[in-house]
Every structure is written in C-alpha cells, then in structure tokens.
Nanobody, 122 residues
C-alpha cells in the first residue's frame, strides 16, 4: 500500500507560481509512474502531468511550457513546479502513483493522495 501526502497548495495571484510536493511511503517508489491530476469544481478530474520511473515527463497541453514535473527517488518525492498560473488552473490537485498503462487516464493509477487546493485569483 502506497501512501501519498501532498503539500504546497494555496492562494496565488494570476501569473504567480506555486510548487506542489508529494511524499510517498513506498520503498519501491522508483518503480512507479508518478503524476498529478486535478479537479475543478463541477468538472471531471483531468490529467495534468506524469513522470515515468526513468524520469520521462509528459504534460497536458493546457500546462505545457508552464508546469514542470520532477522526481527524487532517493527522497521518495515528486514535485510539480507551476509557473504563470491562470485562473483556470484553480482546482484540487491530486498526486498519483501507478505501475503504467494509459498514464493520462485516472485508471492507470492505483494510489491517490488526499488532494491539495490551488486557487489562482484573477
């Protein structure tokens, strides 16, 4: 059982930056794809970014060029650096872990954090 704990959410003005972090309990963390999904009020959960076990990132088109995902296998952490934030980035952000598959789909991830709120004021 992998436990994921997110931190770093909050309120920021449009154009600002936030860094989300996720700490994983699993000692085999390096075997997992790690990623981030988000869910805005009244909307479906959507893919934001993921990073493979080998460190290969992928991004949703809506965040490409603004967000950067990274992982530190020695510390069992994954980080999402979010720059040039827009009001449409406002959502609850979830850290996820999985073994692979269609990694832009929620179904590829077996483990989810509790979520952290990101609010971008316009």
């Amino acid at each position: 059982q992998v436990q994921l704990v997110e931190s770093g959410g909050g309120l920021v003005h449009g154009g600002g930056s936030l860094t989300l972090s996720c700490a994983a309990s699993e000692r085999t963390f390096s075997d997992y794809y790690m990623g981030w999904f988000r869910q805005a009020a009244g909307k479906e959960r959507e893919f934001v970014s993921r990073i493979s076990a080998g460190g290969l990132p992928r991004y949703a088109d809506s965040v490409k060029g603004r967000f950067t995902i990274s992982r530190d296998n020695a510390k069992n952490t994954v980080t999402l650096q979010m720059n040039s934030l827009k009001s449409e980035d406002t959502a609850v952000y979830y850290c996820v872990a999985g073994r692979g598959g269609l990694t832009t789909s929620p179904s590829a991830y077996d483990y989810w954090g509790q979520g952290t709120q990101v609010t971008v004021s316009s």
